[in-house]
Structure formats: structure tokens, C-alpha cells
């Protein structure tokens, strides 16, 4: 936590100096194990501080390849097109380099030391079996560098791009939640200025009734979640405000068995199901309307049943309105286990839902 708030520029140098901390510990131990033999009967931290002495000594000319590898052979290719015979080659004069630079440091600072007694020139500084020890050791830092700096890479693109993608399914969220039906908001006015012009007492109640629906509409739904009693307090106004605004008798049974009215649900996702039920149930039946509601909940199980009388032929195909298709995708996004079965009946339509509330869906 302390890291995060400093900026990113001191976290990138915190994690340079880690890395070549760790390089330069991995390097004092081999050069101790190569050299102890040599001072066996010396005092073993005389012979810690050699190791260090000759670390220290090597580490320039791998520290120069690895940041030019490192911006040559990765940066680079990722800000611009690049030509790979350039790279390569750039990269190869960049490790001879770095060898003799290597080199250097051996002969003229590291071999007087372990062999005070040879004289050394500058052909052993181009001695091909030590060059190629030199390859290997810088070579190995380099390629652990570039190794860490492209997983490092890949773990960003990937958590931006599960950014990206949480980002696109709560604004399609957002946007499934944002349809409110218009017919039903303009059959209420109708039924309101009816009610008004016969002066019936029904006109204020209705007006309420309406006014909650929208408040909740507009501000509870922004929310992800609410508690189920407020789900279902809105969906008895809808059905109280159906109840008035239509004048074919209605057989309305709303039943609830909730062990928990706390629990939460995501907002608005059961009020298609009723929405519809009305719809087709009272438009497509001549005679009486029934409509039963179920709702139970019990330990984070929620169960809903909604069933409409109809005089449709039985077994017809069951085609999803745009309502139906807009809640099937927010109970994708927003849980993980449910089941959502719509069958169409002789003389009724039956939609039976049930939802793990606890669970997460794609969000």
C-alpha cells in the first residue's frame, strides 16, 4: 500500500534496484563458490568482499545490455514498426560490446587480484573460451530482464483488458436497465386523464402509485442491487396500478413466502415477468384474466412463478419480446446460476425463474 501511493515513477525505480539486488546476490554467490578454493585459508568474510569487488566489477557491462536489450529488443518493436534483421543485428554489436567490455573488467581488474603473479594483455582480454563465459553470463541476466518485463506486460494487457471488458457489460447493464417501457407509461397517463375527465376517486391513488413506479425506475434501478422487499414493493404497485387501469375482470393471486426481506436482488429483474403476464393475458383473453405470482426465497433461493390464462393455441413457439430478451441478458451479467424456463400452455403461459441471489455472474 505504501508503494502505491508514491507514483509510479518510484515504484518503477523500486523494482529496478530489486531486480539488480537480486542479480548481484545471485552473482556474489557464484563468484564466492568459483574463488573459495583459491583463499581457502583465508578469512571467509576477506574473501565475501572479494566476491563483491568482482560482482561489482562485471555488472556494468551486463546492466548496459540488458536496458539497451531491453529498449531495442522490446520497446521499441511495440511503439513502431521494425525491421528484425536491424534488431538483431543492433542487438549483436550491442553483446560484442558488452563482452569486451566484460572482458576489461576480468583481465585488468579481477585476474590481478586472484593471479598477482601473471602478467596479462590485451589479447586475453579477446580470448575466445572467456568471451564465451562472458556471453553466457550476460546473456543470462539480459534474458531473465526481458522475460520478467514481457510477463509483466502480458499480466497488464490482460488485466486491461478485463477492464475493458467489465467496463462494455456494465454500460450494456446500464443500458438494459434504462429501457422503461413506454407503452406501459402511456396507457397509465391515458388511464390517469380518463380517471381525471370522470372525476373518479381512483385518480389520486393512481397518480401515487405511478409516481413511486417511476422514482424507482429512474433512481433505484441505477443502483446494482436493492433489497428484495423494495422489489417486491414495486412490483404490488404495478399490479395494483393494473388492476385499475384495466376494466375486464381480473383474477389476480400474489403470493410471497420470503425468509429474508433484507437480501439483495438486482433491481427491476422480475418486473418484465409480470409486465408480460398482463400484457398478453389480459389483450389475448375474451373472458376473465387470471394471473397467479409466486414469488419464495428461502437461503439465497429465490423462486418466481408467473402464470397468465390465455386463448392462444397450446404448444405454439415461444417468442421472447424485446422485455424478455433485455432480462434474460441482466441475469447473464449479473448472476452465475439460474434457470429461466417460458412455456406456452393449453389456455395459460407459465414463466418459471429460479436464481442463486448469492451468486456472481459476468460482472
Not at 233 to 245: A, G, N, P, S
Not at 319 to 330: A, S, Y
Request: charged share 20%; net charge neutral.
Amino acid at each position: 500500500m505504501i508503494i502505491a501511493d508514491i507514483g509510479p515513477v518510484k515504484v518503477k525505480i523500486y523494482r529496478h534496484l530489486l531486480f539488480w539486488l537480486i542479480c548481484s546476490a545471485q552473482g556474489t554467490l557464484l563468484e564466492y563458490a568459483w574463488i573459495f578454493s583459491l583463499y581457502a585459508k583465508s578469512n571467509p568474510w576477506h574473501v565475501v568482499l572479494l566476491a563483491i569487488y568482482f560482482n561489482t566489477v562485471l555488472l556494468p557491462a551486463k546492466m548496459l545490455f540488458t536496458y539497451y536489450a531491453l529498449e531495442v529488443g522490446v520497446n521499441q518493436p511495440l511503439r513502431a514498426p521494425y525491421n528484425v534483421m536491424v534488431i538483431v543485428s543492433k542487438l549483436t554489436i550491442a553483446m560484442l560490446l558488452s563482452i569486451i567490455l566484460y572482458r576489461i573488467g576480468c583481465v585488468y581488474f579481477i585476474n590481478p587480484v586472484e593471479y598477482p603473479h601473471t602478467r596479462y594483455t590485451i589479447a586475453n582480454v579477446f580470448d575466445i573460451g572467456w568471451a564465451f563465459v562472458g556471453l553466457l553470463d550476460i546473456g543470462y541476466v539480459a534474458g531473465i530482464a526481458a522475460a520478467l518485463k514481457l510477463f509483466r506486460m502480458q499480466i497488464l494487457n490482460l488485466k486491461h483488458e478485463k477492464s475493458l471488458v467489465k467496463e462494455k457489460l456494465e454500460t450494456e447493464l446500464k443500458f438494459l436497465k434504462n429501457q422503461i417501457n413506454p407503452h406501459f407509461l402511456f396507457n397509465t397517463l391515458n388511464n390517469i386523464y380518463a380517471l381525471a375527465r370522470k372525476k373518479s376517486d381512483k385518480t389520486p391513488e393512481v397518480v401515487i402509485r405511478l409516481s413511486k413506479l417511476l422514482r424507482f425506475m429512474l433512481y433505484e434501478s441505477a443502483k446494482e442491487v436493492v433489497p428484495i422487499e423494495e422489489e417486491i414493493r414495486i412490483l404490488e404497485d404495478y399490479v395494483q396500478l393494473e388492476e385499475i387501469r384495466h376494466t375486464k375482470k381480473l383474477d389476480i393471486i400474489f403470493e410471497k413466502e420470503i425468509d429474508n426481506y433484507n437480501q439483495l436482488i438486482a433491481p427491476l429483474i422480475l418486473l418484465p415477468f409480470i409486465e408480460n403476464a398482463f400484457k398478453h393475458g389480459i389483450n389475448e383473453t375474451i373472458e376473465e384474466t387470471t394471473i397467479i405470482i409466486k414469488i419464495k426465497l428461502v437461503g439465497g433461493q429465490l423462486s418466481f412463478y408467473v402464470m397468465n390464462s390465455h386463448e392462444n393455441e397450446p404448444g405454439a413457439p415461444v417468442n421472447e419480446n424485446i422485455g424478455l430478451r433485455n432480462v434474460r441478458r441482466q441475469l447473464e451479467l449479473m448472476y452465475s446460476e439460474f434457470t429461466l424456463n417460458a412455456c406456452n400452455l393449453e389456455r395459460t403461459f407459465i414463466v418459471d425463474l429460479t436464481i442463486n441471489l448469492n451468486s456472481n455472474g459476468k460482472i
